[in-house]
Each structure stands twice: as C-alpha cells, then as structure tokens.
C-alpha cells in the first residue's frame, strides 16, 4: 500500500532498546505494545519494503474473526478471541472503521449438519457468541443463502486492516517510536545485553529484539541460527468482487470440512461496502508479487515436506485448480451458499500471499508458533487468523520477551518495566 509511508528517520539507529523486524499488522502492534508497557524505551521498527503493510496485513478479506474454528485451548483460539476485543477497542480510540457486521456458517447439506453442531459447541468452548438457526432464520439475515440451517455469529465484523496499520504505525510514532522503510534485516544474533540485528545499513545493537518476518520467517530464523524448520511455503489466494452486492447482506462462510485445511469459498462483504468472494488457494511461484521468483520456487521445491503435502491434499488441490482456472466452476461452488450466483456476477478481484509454516512430514502447522531464546522472540507461523489476533499476538511476544530494558545515559540507575 504506497499511501501508507513510513515517517520518522531514514536511517536506523545504531543502538535502541527494542528491535521489531517487520511492518506488518503485528510487527506494529508489538511496537505499540511495547511502547505502552515502557513509554521511555527507544523501538525502532525495521521493514525490507519501501512502504509498510505491503504484503498480507492489507491483501485479505478484511474479517474480524470471533474465534470459532480453533481448537479450544490453542494459541489461536485464546489470542483470537482476546485480540478481536482489542481490535474493536483499538478502532474506536484511533479512528478507524470497524463493524460487526455479523457472519453466518451455513450447512447446505444434511452430511454437513453433524459438523455444524460440532462447531456450535467449540464455539461455546472458546468464549464466543453463536446462536443456531433453521434455515427460516438464516434467510431473514440473508434472504438468498441457501441451507438448512446455521450458526450465527454476531460478534464477527469488518475492518481495512491497511488502514490499522497505518493508524499503528502512526501511533507508534506519535509514542517516540521509529518505522523505518527500505531497511531489509538479513540476521538477527545474540550479543551481550541484548541482541544485534544486521540489516542492509549495517547493524543496531538492542536491548532485545522480536522478529515478525511474515513471508521470510524461516529464511530469518535460520540466517540468525535457530532451525530452518518449519519452511515458510507461499500461498496465493486470489479474490473475485461481487457485481451485485445487494446479493449479500454480511459474511457467508460453508461449515468446514475438519480434512481440510483452509475454510473453503466464502462470501465477505467488506467496509467500503463491496462484496469479495473467495479466495482460491495455491501454492505461490513467489513470496512477494505474482511473477516466478526462482529462489522461492526452489525453496518450496526442495523441500521434502511440500511432496508430502502434496499427495496429502492432492484431491483437493485439484478442486482448488480447477476453480483457479474457471470462474464458471468458482461461481457453482459459490452458489451452493447463494441462490442465482453466476459466472457473470464475479469480477476477477485483487490477490494476496500467505505465509504457511510446513513441516518435514508434510504436515501445515496450524496454531501460531514461536521460537527464540534469551532477549529475542521469532515468530514462526502466524496464519489466519493473524490479523484478528495482532494485538493479543504482540502482547505474548512482549510477555516472552520479558523486561523491556532502558539504556539510560551513563552514571543513571538502569531501570525495567516488568
């Protein structure tokens, strides 16, 4: 998003108290966080591209989740939950349009029931509001869904998460803190008192430093000598627009096959009011933008974890494929949530790249993942619903991390908020 600058220095600095890596949604958040928790700490925020909140933090769908899919207990399910309270709360003080606009999960076949009910209870489970509807009541919030019954969740809503990052990361300056664009970290390494991150202007020396790499987790990870597994593999999912909006009223998502593991086609009406259905989802050529970038290509290919995957889903990546490449087959899919949905209502759309944490055995690491030691925190799998939990995230980076420490001038008393 080139409209979302940077401000604050050109250059970094060569000594600070915090070092977060990245500017996306929850490298900001961490920012901020830490900002609020020590208001005289010295954070400067670190990002390789030349504007902030480029890659996946302003190319999605725009969702505040509820946190009703997540396996009661996980890290998704508690952060999710915690971090969509804090993201309406964020919205309100800073300015920034959010509505709850509601979504239904809508069971169009009797074989999906059984899973609607499972679904209700983890819901419950996790702390969040649905309500169970027949298929009369489902069509009174959306009188063209098709179903024969659904799960309501009110407290599901919408947000431009390009425009949280940028009232972040003017927040984040607004507290003292620096966002610093076009300064690409290459490793970030233990040294004494803190940690040294190494960038293309040369290194900053840091009290600690937490690392939100996104799309190069695991490139950062192992270049600052933690293991290079999981391996980050891109996903591309592309976006139609809905030419008759008034076809949808909020969020229509189907019950999800627990085999699975993305949600399948949903339909999202966003907050400058138009309506995207999708996305598709692929394995990317590339890490950032749609050309075939050899390295990660070469990357995704020698890993032994991407065959594995491969043959695990291969069924339904051909499904996924087929409706990449046929908006005719898209739109049937489409239409077994909305009555009279055709090829000629969709409208290639915008797309995005997610970063997905992949095993050796093939296995897609579904929770959020962490790693590091000492004054430093890598944040290795952050998937949906990332964005919604940004806030909640930054909160557990900061409590890993533990004190953030402040250099004070020379003869001063050291001090640290715990």
């Known amino acids: 998003m080139t409209g979302l600058g940077s401000g604050g220095p050109k250059a970094p600095p060569q000594r600070c108290d915090l070092v977060v890596v990245g500017a996306g949604i929850i490298g900001l958040a961490v920012a901020r966080e830490a900002l609020i928790r020590e208001p005289r700490a010295g954070v400067a925020v670190l990002e390789s591209e030349p504007a902030?909140?480029?890659?996946?933090?302003?190319?999605?769908?725009?969702?505040?989740h509820a946190g009703i899919y997540y396996q009661p207990g996980s890290l998704k399910a508690r952060l999710c939950v915690e971090g969509a309270a804090a993201l309406y709360r964020l919205c309100a003080e800073l300015g920034v349009p959010a509505d709850p606009i509601g979504k239904?999960?809508?069971?169009?076949?009797?074989?999906?029931?059984?899973?609607?009910?499972?679904?209700?209870?983890?819901?419950?489970?996790?702390?969040?509001?649905?309500?169970?509807?027949?298929?009369?009541?489902?069509?009174?919030?959306?009188?063209?869904?098709?179903?024969?019954?659904?799960?309501?969740?009110?407290?599901?809503?919408?947000?431009?998460?390009?425009?949280?990052?940028?009232?972040?990361?003017?927040?984040?300056?607004?507290?003292?803190?620096?966002?610093?664009?076009?300064?690409?970290?290459?490793?970030?390494?233990?040294?004494?008192?803190?940690?040294?991150?190494?960038?293309?202007?040369?290194?900053?020396?840091?009290?600690?430093?937490?690392v939100c790499g996104g799309l190069q987790s695991d490139r950062l990870a192992?270049?600052?000598?933690?293991?290079?597994?999981?391996?980050?593999?891109?996903?591309?999912?592309?976006?139609?627009?809905?030419?008759?909006?008034?076809?949808?009223?909020?969020?229509?998502?189907?019950?999800?096959?627990?085999?699975?593991?993305?949600?399948g086609v949903h339909l999202t009406r966003r907050i400058g009011g138009d309506v995207v259905v999708g996305p598709t989802s692929l394995p990317a050529a590339a890490r950032s933008g749609l050309r075939v970038d050899r390295k990660d290509l070469l990357a995704t290919l020698s890993w032994p974890g991407s065959y594995r995957m491969a043959w695990r889903w291969r069924r339904h990546a051909s499904r996924e494929l087929l409706w990449a490449l046929s908006r005719r087959a898209y739109a049937h899919q489409a239409s077994r949530l909305i009555n009279g949905l055709t090829a000629a209502d969709l409208e290639p759309s915008f797309s995005g790249i997610r970063a997905q944490a992949l095993a050796r055995d093939g296995t897609l690491l579904d929770d959020f993942a962490f790693s590091g030691a000492d004054r430093i925190v890598q944040l290795r799998n952050a998937p949906s619903p990332a964005a919604t939990a940004s806030l909640a995230i930054a909160a557990y980076c900061c409590d890993r991390l533990g004190p953030i420490i402040v250099a004070e001038p020379p003869g001063a008393q050291r001090r640290s908020l715990h």
């Open 52 to 64: 902030i909140a480029l890659h996946q933090s302003s190319h999605n769908s725009g969702v505040i």
């Open 222 to 263: 192992e270049a600052s000598g933690a293991s290079a597994e999981p391996r980050i593999i891109p996903f591309r999912g592309a976006y139609f627009t809905l030419q008759r909006p008034e076809l949808v009223n909020g969020l229509i998502y189907p019950v999800p096959d627990p085999k699975l593991p993305f949600l």
């Open 104 to 210: 239904l999960i809508v069971a169009t076949a009797a074989a999906e029931l059984p899973r609607l009910s499972l679904l209700h209870e983890r819901a419950l489970a996790n702390g969040v509001h649905v309500a169970r509807l027949d298929a009369a009541e489902l069509r009174e919030i959306e009188p063209r869904a098709n179903g024969l019954a659904a799960l309501h969740s009110p407290g599901t809503g919408i947000v431009d998460y390009g425009a949280v990052c940028a009232a972040l990361a003017a927040d984040v300056q607004q507290r003292g803190g620096s966002v610093i664009t076009g300064c690409e970290v290459l490793s970030v390494i233990n040294s004494p008192g803190g940690a040294r991150v190494v960038h293309a202007r040369g290194s900053t020396e840091c009290g600690g430093a937490i």
